[in-house]
């Protein structure tokens, strides 16, 4: 299971969305608004940026990993990762 990260948590508040641990095989997080799941994102298996940064932090992956991958993951999904209420949307607002 995905332990959900306070700075998940921070970004979730700010875009007014509640989220669990995902119920979904392979996935890391359940995304609700107004108590009706809007989405599931993260692929379990798949670091995301505070993932890295706290792999920085225990000395795991050497300084500046977690700014790199951010920014390779927003140039992969630099198409869809705009478009409000996507998956892909809150993936990039949440995990990225």
Known sequence: MYKI???TKEKAEKLNVEI???KRKGKKIDVYK?????ASIGAIGYPDYPTYQEMEQNGIVKKG???KRRKAYKK???K?????GTPSYYAD????
């Open 65 to 67: 990993t977690a700014n």
């Open 80 to 84: 869809t990762r705009k478009k409000k």
């Open 76 to 78: 992969r999904f630099e």
């Open 20 to 22: 669990k641990p995902s």
């Open 5 to 7: 990260l306070p700075y």
């Open 93 to 96: 607002q949440l995990l990225w």
């Open 34 to 38: 107004n108590n009706k799941k809007i």
